[in-house]
Structure formats: structure tokens, C-alpha cells
């Protein structure tokens, strides 16, 4: 059935390379090894599915591609690997990053282009950023891929309220992740999904009206089916896909024009975060099925990788991971106002109210002299007041409730030997971790925190004087009522003198992530590019699966759902403008 043409935005017209053999573990018999174009008689191929396009992927990017190429007039059909649709797009909390979107516009406010990208490029390559210079200073390929992301972004959003497939609302105002000059709108930027009621719905709500959208145009969904390797012709070009069902049949998809990857990053294969990651990773948000497939399956075919040393950094309840391969969540913002996190040494290292992302990468923070990660565990302290009057507020266990990752102490000589101890009972997973003068260290580093907690002001880490901090105490840290505990009585709302008297709590930290962003390079027109920058016939990618536009930045809450849904949907609508390739002369197939 087709369905409606819509009127289309206009869009932007326009390194790392090298095997990843010893990396890629497991994933790596997913692909041929081989990038060159075999001399020898080409085949031809039963195929079991066919359409115009074939998507690998069903979370909200993979779907605002479907979406996209559906309503240009084109067939498709969605494989996934996992067992149910939505991808970790149905775990996430939902938020959509948006610049310039329609209800920054009604109310008036203006969200420049120049503004906006200088913003990005600010926060994507700090390092390389100039006020003054061509593209901000960043390469122009990037740059021009944050150029395309704010020219379609609204646009996207719009084209899918208009062909039904999904409402947004505003109902949630939280700021950006910098709030440096060069942010002109730091707030507004943020749209989530509505629900039939009226309130504002998580991912999983996202992703139901997507899928609804499909389901009445009848696209297939291909669960538990796992792609293996891309199908080409003589001239290069991708004309299909081989795949694998969870007992092990093996199918041969046509694509007669592209094939789209909209998958998950890398965070649970281990060899690849091993490899690419700058400090240890204990544990991820994102589904069980983001290991990295799309990497070997492109570099089979000859794609260009980037941004793989890169992810949406979060952090996590170390002891959820001893058992979770996927966390339930990770820690938005510490709960509480007596509360500080400190390091083994019983220093605090950073605003603990600031955004997560940035937060995160503390962890990796190298001492030269002790040849150590100081920062690798982070123990989160709190008083009895913050357990009792915030209970509830992830992580914090619900009134009345226990937790067994919640350590406990009567006073602070007796919370350092019982964190000592959990480090030497997880110690065969977490490795040596040994507490020096922490006891100590951290009375003074309250006793410190108190004075600054009184005063209103931060003199060490600022926590409190920046929007983030205080927007978001209305979403981690609400308070329990009927409770003997009072708020308010302190100059800043985000901090206050720790309890005299214990018991004192601690939760251990690690450094985790919502999911890699780094993978096959793409250009604006979503398009997977070969190491000379050209594009690879056919093939198209969007979301955590390839190289984000983002670097190593998170602009704001949505960031990655904006961006995947924004490509995805730019991948859609130029895959179905592609002319029917030539499935007759096929390359043959080497390896598994």
C-alpha cells in the first residue's frame, strides 16, 4: 500500500582506517575479510525477501527511516536481531534534541543556524575549535555533517507529526549540557513523545507510535534475524543482505535499492571496548544486542571508521553489573543534598549535580606519578537524612527498602572499612582497589563540603551555580513527603551540612555508557563513505551504528535520539530516490 506523498526539506549536498581482526572477537565471522572486488565469474542468488529497501534495526532511527522511505513510495522490510522491536530506543527515557524546533518558534525564540552549529562545534572538537575559522576550526566534512543535522532536524520531527507517525509535546524544560557564550538557547531544545493523555511519554511510548505507523502501512518485521553480510554486484554497488535466524537458517535478502543500517554502537562487545575505549567501561544501558555488527559487516565492503574512541558516557551502580549485562539505568544526577562523591583517596572531583556525560569522563583521568586511574571507582556519600527524605530517587532504594549495593556505616571510620571490604569481595572483577587514608580524607572533604553548603557556594567544583545543576533536582532529587525532614532552609537547594551523626551510606560508582557512537562514516545525505570519501553504492547508516556527527560532545538531553532519528530519516528519503540496481551479476560471496 503507498501512502501520501509529503513535500520533503531540502538537504545539505556535500580517519581512522584499518582491520579490526584482533579486535572484532566473536563478530568478526560475521564479514568477509576481504574488500577487494573478486576477478573471477560473478553468481546469482535465490533470494527469500525482497523490497526496495531493507533496514537493519527497529529503534527509533532505523523506524524514522522506514517511515520516511515507506511515505516516498518505496517497499521495506526491517530485520532485527533481538527477540521484540525498539532496539534500546525502547529502554531510553525519550527526549528528542531538536534545534530550532517548532516550539522554540512559537514562542518566539530564535534558534540561529550560525548559533546553533558554533554551539556544536564547540562541544564536538573543543580541542580544534576557533571562533573565528572556517567551520569553527573543525574538518569540513564533519562540520557539514552538523550543518545538515540542524538543517533537517526540526524538519524531521514535523514530517512525522504531519504523516501521524508520532506527537511531540514540550512539557519537560531542561537545559543544555554547556553553558558557555557560545550556547545562545540553552534551553527549549528538548522535545519528548505525547501520549494519548496528554503527559509526556518515555522511549518505549516513541517507539509504539512508530511502530503503529508501520504496522498500518504493513511493513514486515523481521525478528530475531541477524545480518551477516552485505550482497554486491559487479559494479560494486549493495544490492542485499545475508542474514541468519536465531536456529541458525540462513537467508539472502534482495534490496533493489539500498540497504540502511540504523543498529545499536558496540557496548557489549568486549573486545572492541577493550580496544577502543580510554579506561575501563564496566558497564552499558543499552540492549544486549549492540555488539558492533555493522563495523566488519561495512568494512567488508570497504567503509571508513571514526569516532570510535567515543560514546554517550554515563555512570553506573558498579555492583548492577556484576549481573546485568544491561543496567537498568544509568545515574542522570546523584539524588540529595548532603550527599558528595569522592574518590579513594576521600576527595571529592567534580560538581556532582553536573550533567552525566561530562561527568563521566572524570574517570579516566591518568595520575603519571602513582600510574593509576585515582578516579577509577567513585564511592557516592550520603547522610541518613538524603536516604530517608529523597528515597526513591535512583539510586537511592524506596523508603522502607533495601539495596544490596547500599554499603552502611554508623559512623565514617566504620562506612571505610565496610567499603574496603566490598572492594575486596568484588576485587576478582573490579581488580585491587585499596582505600588510602580515606577515613580521614573524607572527614575533612565534608567537613569542607559543610562550609561551602552553609555559604550557598561551591568554592571548589561550583555545584549549584550552574542551570543544570538546579533544573534537573526537579526530576532526580524530589523529596518524600511526610517525612520529619525539612527543605529549603539552605542558601543553595543543591547542597546542605552532612548529619553529625551517622549511619552514613555509600554506593559504589564505575564509569558505564548509554551506548557507543563511533563506526562506518557517513556524509549529509546519510550516505556510508569509503576512506576516500566516497560513497559506497547502496549503502546508507544513521544512529549509535556509525560515526556521530556529535564527536566527542552530548549537546543535550537527546541528543542521540535527535541525531538518529534526523538521519535516519535523511537515509530513508534519499534510499528511496535511489534508481533499482542490477541483481543479475553478483560478486561472490567469501567467508562467513
Not at 224 to 236: E, F, I, P, Q, S
Not at 416 to 445: C, Y
Not at 524 to 549: F, H, M, R
Request: one cysteine or more; aromatic letters at 10%.
Amino acid at each position: 500500500m503507498k501512502v501520501p506523498k509529503n513535500d520533503a526539506p531540502t538537504q545539505s549536498e556535500p580517519t581512522r582506517r584499518g582491520f579490526l581482526s584482533a579486535a572484532l572477537g566473536g563478530a568478526a565471522g560475521l564479514a568477509s575479510a576481504s574488500t577487494a572486488m573478486p576477478s573471477g565469474a560473478a553468481t546469482v542468488m535465490d533470494w527469500s525477501h525482497e523490497a526496495d529497501i531493507l533496514i537493519v534495526g527497529t529503534g527509533a532511527g532505523a523506524s524514522s527511516a522506514a517511515i520516511a522511505a515507506v511515505n516516498a513510495g518505496a517497499s521495506v522490510i526491517m530485520l532485527e536481531k533481538g527477540p521484540t522491536y525498539g532496539g534500546t530506543s525502547a529502554k531510553s527515557e525519550g527526549g528528542m534534541w531538536v534545534p530550532n524546533n517548532r516550539f522554540l518558534r512559537a514562542k518566539g525564540l530564535v534558534d540561529a543556524r550560525e548559533d546553533a552549529l558554533r554551539y556544536m562545534a564547540r562541544c564536538a572538537r573543543p580541542h580544534l575549535y576557533r571562533a573565528a575559522a572556517p567551520f569553527f576550526g573543525m574538518p569540513e566534512s564533519e562540520y557539514r555533517l552538523m550543518e545538515a543535522f540542524y538543517d533537517n532536524a526540526s524538519n524531521t520531527f514535523e514530517f512525522l507529526e504531519k504523516v501521524g507517525a508520532l506527537k511531540t509535546t514540550q512539557i519537560l524544560l531542561l537545559p543544555d549540557y554547556f553553558e558557555g557564550p557560545e550556547n545562545k538557547v540553552p534551553v527549549g531544545r528538548q522535545i519528548m513523545t505525547e501520549q494519548p493523555n496528554g503527559q509526556y511519554g518515555l522511549g518505549v511510548e516513541l517507539v509504539r507510535q512508530l511502530k503503529t505507523w508501520l504496522e498500518s502501512r504493513k511493513v514486515p518485521f523481521l525478528l530475531k534475524h541477524r545480518a551477516r553480510k552485505l550482497v554486491r554486484n559487479t559494479k560494486g554497488e549493495v544490492v542485499g543482505l545475508e542474514a541468519v535466524t536465531a536456529n541458525g537458517q540462513e537467508l539472502r535478502l534482495r534490496a533493489r535499492k539500498a540497504v540502511v543500517f540504523a543498529t545499536g554502537g558496540f557496548a557489549h562487545n568486549k573486545a572492541l571496548m577493550k580496544s577502543f575505549q580510554s579506561a575501563p567501561i564496566y558497564g552499558t544501558c543499552s540492549v544486549p544486542t549492540s555488539e558492533g555488527d555493522f563495523i566488519p559487516i561495512a568494512q567488508a565492503v570497504g567503509a571508513k571508521l571514526g569516532n570510535l574512541d567515543n560514546a554517550w558516557r554515563m555512570q553506573v551502580v558498579l555492583e548492577h553489573t556484576l549481573d546485568m549485562p544491561s543496567v537498568p539505568r544509568g545515574i542522570w544526577q546523584p539524588p540529595g543534598d548532603s550527599m558528595i562523591v569522592v574518590n579513594k583517596y576521600g576527595k571529592r572531583v567534580f560538581n556532582e549535580k553536573h550533567n552525566y556525560h561530562d561527568r563521566s569522563r572524570v574517570h579516566f583521568v591518568w595520575d603519571p606519578n602513582r600510574e593509576e586511574y585515582p578516579n577509577q571507582l567513585l564511592f557516592m556519600i550520603y547522610d541518613r537524612r538524603v536516604a530517608e527524605l529523597f528515597a526513591g530517587n535512583f539510586p537511592l532504594p524506596a523508603a522502607g527498602a533495601s539495596a544490596p549495593f547500599v554499603i552502611r556505616g554508623e559512623t565514617l571510620d566504620a562506612l571505610a572499612q565496610a567499603i574496603q571490604g566490598r572492594l575486596d569481595l568484588h576485587a576478582d572483577q573490579w581488580g585491587e582497589v585499596r582505600l588510602e587514608d580515606f577515613s580521614a580524607a573524607l572527614s575533612r572533604t565534608i567537613s569542607e563540603f559543610d562550609q561551602f553548603a552553609a555559604k550557598g557556594v561551591d568554592e571548589q567544583f561550583q555545584r549549584g551555580s550552574f542551570q543544570w545543576d538546579t533544573s534537573w533536582l526537579s526530576y532526580t532529587s524530589i523529596p518524600r513527603e511526610g517525612t520529619a525532614w525539612k527543605t529549603g532552609e539552605t542558601p543553595s537547594p543543591t547542597m546542605r551540612p552532612f548529619q553529625s551523626e551517622g549511619p552514613y551510606y555509600a554506593i559504589v560508582l564505575g564509569s558505564g555508557v548509554l551506548d557507543t557512537n563511533g563506526g562506518p562514516v557517513i556524509n549529509p545525505k546519510a550516505q556510508v563513505l569509503d576512506p576516500s570519501d566516497v560513497p559506497i553504492p547502496g549503502l546508507y547508516g544513521a544512529g549509535n551504528c556509525i560515526a556521530s556527527p556529535a564527536g566527542q560532545s552530548y549537546w543535550g538531553g537527546g541528543c542521540t535520539l535527535g541525531l538518529a532519528m534526523t538521519y535516519g530519516y535523511l537515509a530513508g528519503i534519499n534510499a528511496a530516490q535511489e534508481a533499482v540496481k542490477d541483481a543479475i551479476n553478483l560478486v561472490a560471496s567469501a567467508g562467513k
